[in-house]
T-cell receptor, first 112, second 115 residues
């Protein structure tokens, strides 16, 4: 199942390069954020999360940065591989709410 | 792969048809979700079930009717749908219905086309 159609922002990078995918959120009361990866034909898959009391969190080849001042979230993928090709989207949880609000997504394409 | 399966994977139906989507999770979770993913919109939460009880209905039209007979199974009954209901319908599950602590695991989705 394709996650989204023709109107996604896209990012193309060379294999081996680093990728940075950005997300702007709108609610200053959001206190928890998640990045998901969705490959073609699959459902979204949790990558990494961060809480609002942190500015940075690292995983395996991925780093999430949170800038609360400008309400901006980014996902950095180091040494991108062909398997990183997917749609990436962020989700925010507004403090006190019990549901996630998802962003539109960015399609990442890895060029050989 | 994720422990959440959905059937069918693809469904084409007319506006007067009645069909059902099925979701099953093999993770021992207690919360299950239906999401809608359209081509031009972000992922939208439709329904949440926690311990078989519906805890969230995100203003979903009544032509979508969920059913959760037990914590492992979730259905979405469809009737009198509109073409704009065509989308990818995703099921997810989590240990409990707390998004800030419980990771949601998604199924592969059912691609629905309404003619």
């Amino acid at each position: 199942g394709e996650s989204v159609g023709l109107h996604l922002p896209t990012l193309s990078v060379q294999e081996g390069d680093n990728s940075i995918i950005n997300c702007a959120y709108s609610n200053s009361a959001s206190d928890y954020f998640i990045w998901y990866k969705q490959e073609s034909g699959k459902g979204p898959q949790f990558i990494i999360d961060i809480r609002s009391n942190m500015d940075k969190r690292q995983g395996q080849r991925v780093t999430v940065l949170l800038n609360k001042t400008v309400k901006h979230l980014s996902l950095q993928i180091a040494a991108t591989q062909p398997g990183d090709s997917a749609v990436y989207f962020c989700a925010e949880l507004i403090q006190g709410a019990q549901k996630l609000v998802f962003g539109q997504g960015t399609r990442l394409t890895i060029n050989p | 792969e994720t422990g959440v399966t959905q059937t069918p994977r693809h469904l084409v139906m007319g506006m007067t048809n009645k069909k059902s989507l099925k979701c099953e999770q093999h993770l021992g979770h207690n919360a299950m979700y239906w999401y809608k993913q359209s081509a031009k919109k972000p992922l939208e939460l439709m329904f949440v079930y926690n311990f078989k009880e519906q805890t969230e209905n995100n203003s979903v039209p009544s032509r979508f009717s969920p059913e959760c007979p037990n914590s492992s199974h979730l259905f979405l009954h469809l009737h009198t749908l509109q073409p704009e209901d065509s989308a990818l319908y995703l099921c997810a599950s989590s240990q409990y219905a707390s998004p800030s602590t419980d990771t949601q695991y998604f199924g592969p989705g059912t691609r629905l086309t309404v003619l």
